[in-house]
């Protein structure tokens, strides 16, 4: 940190955020908050209140290992191994990808047609549970509506697996609701199973698009769950065969990528699959395609 002595906790908030900007991160205040709120186990408020508060040698040195990371472009949600999605408190770790705010709408669009289809009981397939954040939002907010469900979530890593179900129990989900299974869904036959609604956020960024992305997801994220190693579209074709053949009484809801409309329109012709459409994000970007 800086050659002059910094005690106070203010001094080393200014300080550390000017750290971040210099080197291009975003909300870099909000970010050094945000480690100071884990490393003082408090929330940002009580953090306003202890602004002049000298720090211990052990917090002091437990922030500069966190700095040093995030400096490094690594993303804060891996540094403080956690977020919240849709409302629920997730445990996150480098093997799994970081849920995002366009994935809450693809979430959001799905419950909507829940509520309005007024089951009783649902049957949901996830294809790439990741976090579980998906299927936790979903049951979370079905068990506040009393109807009753049960959601196979399925991955073919076992740390997603792993971290799914640490994240169900976090969350107070029964294992009765959301059942996590190592399954490899490009070679795996699922089409015995009958589901209401088929539900997936599929690695959809074309391979060669990979050098682009930001240095915080391609060097940090999970590179199986950005993309299939081809075009992005494996998993869709997949998908939408058999929206033709097993799951043809299923919703489909899927989360695409930006630019991937007319692409995924013409799969969808070419199996003259025509009742579907799309809902925007918060950019006005295409971003959940739902087949009925």
Request: some cysteine.
């Amino acid at each position: 940190m800086s050659d002059k002595k910094l005690t106070s906790l203010l001094e080393i908030i200014n300080y550390s955020a000017g750290l971040l900007k210099e080197n291009n991160i975003k909300d870099a205040r909000l970010n050094i908050e945000l480690m100071f709120c884990e490393i003082l186990k408090c929330d940002r408020i009580k953090l306003y209140l202890d602004f002049d508060k000298p720090l211990k040698q052990e917090e002091i040195a437990g922030f500069k290992a966190m700095l040093k990371r995030r400096l490094n472009h690594e993303p804060l949600q891996y540094i403080l191994g956690k977020t919240n999605f849709y409302g629920c408190n997730l445990l996150l770790n480098n093997k799994v990808l970081i849920p995002r705010q366009e994935t809450e709408i693809l979430v959001g669009k799905v419950l909507e047609d829940v509520f309005e289809s007024g089951k009783e009981n649902v049957r949901i397939l996830e294809i790439g549970s990741g976090s579980g954040c998906i299927a936790i939002a979903l049951s979370s907010e079905m068990k506040k509506k009393n109807i009753l469900h049960n959601i196979v979530s399925i991955d073919n890593s076992t740390d997603s697996i792993s971290i799914s179900n640490e994240n169900m129990k976090l969350n107070n989900i029964s294992d009765e609701n959301i059942n996590f299974k190592v399954i490899d869904y490009l070679k795996d036959d699922m089409s015995d199973n009958k589901f209401d609604y088929i539900v997936s956020n599929p690695p959809y960024i074309p391979s060669g698009n990979l050098p682009d992305l930001d240095a915080e997801v391609k060097n940090y994220e999970p590179v199986d769950a950005l993309t299939d190693g081809k075009d992005g579209l494996l998993f869709y074709e997949i998908i939408f065969n058999l929206c033709k053949s097993s799951y043809s009484d299923s919703k489909i809801f899927l989360e695409i990528g930006d630019g991937q409309k007319n692409k995924i329109e013409e799969l969808l012709n070419n199996l003259n699959i025509r009742n579907f459409r799309y809902f925007k994000d918060y950019n006005k970007i295409d971003r959940v395609l739902k087949i009925n």
